[in-house]
Every structure is written in structure tokens, then in C-alpha cells.
């Protein structure tokens, strides 16, 4: 796994500028909030599992991609009445992923996701501290600590809510984040948290949406996420936009190949 988004900082300063702070308008607030309204929407109307929306051709490729033990990843574009929504000052990132695990449950995969304690050592090394800070039946808040590590390391403190809901074959779960700030100097006597909103903005926001599915002798398992970042400066965007466009994707292979590993072994 690749964290290539640490090496942006580096590669400014080897081409002799200096990439500012980025400060989180409220502009771009409200953008991200209207992508996730429409999104969300979608959501609560459409198929259960994307995939199942998909045309036969692609549906079938896609289900047998997952029998086959890989996942299945796509990049779906909400629009508003039929149109983009624009991000100033920023860039949303929209993806879903789907795995399918044989002889998996959707109890055995609730444990891991609600497991908040262990995150940090389920998910790491990109989860570097993780606590569960309440629960209210199926309702949690719960501190993540993000560490992306290639040559110098980018630290990011965050916190969540999630809310989960359980049918006879199907549960969900949707995760907010409530709280972002980078850290400097990690793991020191001088670590500080950077000004919320005004730091390096790779990444301003994050929502998660779990679904699983018991069907076909197992349990499919769709992870998707919509993150807000800065947008890209003007004349960076050789050195930015390859790595500020890729973390989302792989954080979300990440999470979702470690989480069926982990029924794997279990099953």
C-alpha cells in the first residue's frame, strides 16, 4: 500500500516553492453538504447495493469480479437536477467499493466495524490511534487518528458519529465525520494540532456508508465514501493533483480489503 499524498509537501520544496496553507471556506462547506444531501437521497431510493443498478452486463462482470475474491470499485458522480455540483475552493471525492466474503455474517462483520478500540490495530498502519468514545444503543462517536507515511508522514486527529440499522438480511451503517485537524510533530513533546480548516486541507471532511447484504451463501459488503479536500492550486497541479486525487481511493481499497481479510479468516 501507498501513501504517494506525504511526498506533496516534499516535491514543492524540491521544485523551489512553497505550497501554502489552504483555508476551508464556507462556500465549500456548503457544497460538500448539498453533494451529500443529494447522495444520501440516492441512497435511501435506489438498490440496496450499487451494483445491483448497474446494467446486466456490468452487474454480472462485477459479481463475478467479487466471487473471483477481488473487489469491486467505482467512482459515481452525484449531480443536482441533472447537474454537476461546484466545489469552490475544494474537490469532493466520491467512491464505492463492494467485496464478497463466502460464508460470512453480518454479526461477525459488526463486530469489526463497531470494534472501535481495535481500529488501530485492524486497520493500520493508516489507523494510528483509535478510541470509542460513547455508545447509545446503535449510535457511536469514536476518535480516529490517521497517520500516511512515504518519506514524511501527514497526521490527521478526526472524529465520527455512526449510526447503525439492522433488517433480517441487511444492516447499515453511516458514518460522519464531526471533526478533522492535521497534527504537527507527531508523537512528540511538541505535537499541536493545526486551526481547523486552515492547514494543509487534504482532508476537510469524510462520510462513510456501510452496507451489508447476506445473499448467494455469504455476505456482500459495500463501502463507500465521500471525502472533501482542497481543491488544487494554480500551477500545481503536476505535483498535487495525482496524489490529492488518489488517497481516496486508496483508503477506501484499504479499509475494505483489510475488512475482508478479516472475514476471511474468521470464516
Known sequence: MTYRWAFVPLLALAAGVTLSAAE????????????????????????FLRVDGLGPARRDEA??????????????????????????????????????VAGATIDQTLTILQDYDRHERI???VVAKSKSLSRDGDRFRFFLRFAMKRVITVVVNSEHEAIFTRASDRAEGWIHSTRIAEVENANTPDERERPVGN???????????????????????????????????????????PFVTSIPRESLTFTLETTRKQLVRQS
Open 63 to 100: 459479481l463475478a469480479l467479487m466471487r473471483r475474491g477481488e473487489l469491486s470499485i467505482d467512482a459515481p458522480k452525484t449531480l443536482e437536477a441533472g447537474r454537476e455540483i461546484e466545489v469552490p475552493g475544494g474537490m469532493i471525492h466520491h467512491w464505492v467499493g463492494t467485496a464478497f
Open 199 to 241: 492547514d494543509g486541507g487534504y482532508l476537510w471532511r469524510l462520510n462513510t456508508y456501510w452496507r451489508l447484504l447476506a445473499r448467494d451463501g455469504g455476505l456482500y459488503i459495500q463501502c463507500e465514501s465521500i471525502s472533501l479536500t482542497r481543491g488544487i492550486p494554480t500551477g500545481f497541479g503536476w505535483i498535487v493533483g
Open 24 to 47: 476551508l471556506q464556507p462556500g465549500t462547506v456548503a457544497a460538500f453538504d448539498r453533494y451529500v444531501r443529494a447522495t444520501e437521497g440516492q441512497l435511501r431510493a435506489g438498490p
Open 123 to 125: 486497520y493500520a498502519p
